[in-house]
């Protein structure tokens, strides 16, 4: 249980720890391993980011941009070897809005990817990625870290309540995941995951916002065939609050994947879904389903997931039930330009009596055109509206501009 804050701070404190010393065990552990045979790399992206944006809190006149600049670097350092995989990047967004007040936000992100191979029958997974953000939305289309999905490594929980915020949360989530191949067609998936999430005004919102922490583990079978593969398996979560009930969610999950085509895929995964110690719902009972199509068109490609999860928690509030929907297409024009874009929704719904709801919608896309090999001009534009947990709704808009240089492979070595 969290019967205080200052237990949750605590505990950050020991997570970040843990990730400092697991990023280093990782990288001896694969130099060792590989010893002769890896091979490393750098990569660096650093930018000059101007334009107009509302503000991040509602304001009376949230029509009018107010100018803003910013500057969104990060490093990238891969290492590759004959059997094993390490991914670590670290990005920086800082930008400074001219409105009355003046006021800067800043984000730190920090991601960690490790697979390898234990013979020809075992795969070890392990993935972390870390926040400390008011607006994650905006960092991601301004500095271009949109997360790409490894088809190969478990499935990251991520929060579907992500907002606009005055202050800067701080969430984690780490992942960890073990293959055991029975034979040429079959497997067994075991995985575990643990997020946190810490909001340093929380008590500020009582009822809306509670710092909390999630831990999961799942199992698995896969069965696959030439262009299909399907997945019988069992999860568990529990949720611990600081300022609400504690549960526990078990669910059963029956999951389909076929391959139509070498540009065609489509997964999805359903079952139900039982939550038990948490007082004053409706049913315990409930569903889970997951979809995703995706699509390899000519320069470019399409992505649609969609999921509704009956117990689950969010972000805002205690466990609830939840919808979202996201939409992300690339597409290259030539050598020299390429465009971007991204709509994502969500709807969040307390389970409890007087629980907390909410809703909202993202929508984003960029322009870039290259300059040179390693620099671009980019142009993009932003939308979010949000309404629900005590708000009457607002909007923030924003325009902008960008200098980038992208260098993937600064180093190897």
Do not use: C
Not at 249 to 258: D, F, P, Q, V
Not at 284 to 293: F, K, M, Q, W
Not at 298 to 319: F, W
């Amino acid at each position: 249980m969290f019967p205080s804050s200052s237990r949750i701070r605590h505990a950050s404190k020991v997570r970040f720890t843990f990730q400092m010393i697991a990023m280093v065990f990782i990288t001896a552990y694969s130099s060792t391993l590989l010893s002769g045979q890896v091979k490393y790399s750098v990569g660096v992206t650093a930018d000059i980011t101007g334009g107009g944006n509302t503000p991040n809190v509602p304001t009376q006149n949230s029509f009018s941009l107010a100018p803003f600049i910013g500057t969104y670097p990060s490093v990238a350092f891969r290492a590759r070897g004959e059997h094993s995989s390490l991914d670590s990047t670290y990005g920086f967004g800082y930008d400074r809005t001219f409105s009355d007040p003046t006021y800067e936000t800043k984000t730190h992100n920090a991601t960690l990817a490790f697979s390898s191979k234990f013979g020809p029958k075992w795969s070890f997974n392990l993935s972390d990625t870390f926040y400390k953000s008011s607006n994650i939305s905006s960092f991601r289309l301004l500095s271009g870290a949109t997360p790409v999905p490894d088809p190969e490594a478990p499935d990251q929980f991520q929060y579907v309540f992500t907002p606009v915020f005055f202050n800067s949360n701080q969430s984690n989530t780490a992942t960890v995941g073990l293959d055991r191949m029975l034979n040429k067609k079959s497997s067994l998936i075991i995985s575990g995951s643990y997020a946190t999430l810490y909001y340093p005004n929380a008590s500020l919102t009582t009822g809306v916002l509670s710092d909390q922490k999630r831990i999961s583990a799942s199992v698995s079978f896969r069965r696959s065939g030439e262009h299909y593969s399907w997945t019988l398996g069992y999860s568990g979560a529990r949720f611990n609050f600081a300022a609400f009930q504690n549960s526990l969610n078990h669910s059963a999950t029956i999951g389909y994947s076929y391959q139509f085509s070498p540009a065609l895929s489509f997964q999805i995964t359903a079952g139900p879904s039982f939550l038990e110690g948490l007082d004053s719902v409706k049913s315990p009972l409930g569903t889970t389903v997951t979809a995703t199509l995706n699509r390899v068109i000519p320069r470019g490609s399409l992505a649609l997931t969609a999921s509704h999860t009956s117990s689950e928690t969010s972000g805002l509030g205690s466990v609830s039930r939840n919808r979202d929907l996201s939409l992300g297409m690339t597409h290259a024009f030539g050598k020299t330009s390429t465009l971007s874009a991204n709509v994502s929704g969500f709807d969040t719904q307390g389970l409890q009596t007087n629980g907390v709801s909410a809703r909202g919608i993202s929508a984003g896309g960029t322009y870039g055109l290259a300059v040179s090999r390693d620099w671009s001009l980019n142009w993009g534009a932003q939308y979010q509206h949000y309404e629900g947990y005590n708000t009457s709704g607002y909007d923030q808009k924003r325009l902008f501009m960008s200098l980038r240089y992208n260098k993937p492979e600064l180093w190897r070595f």
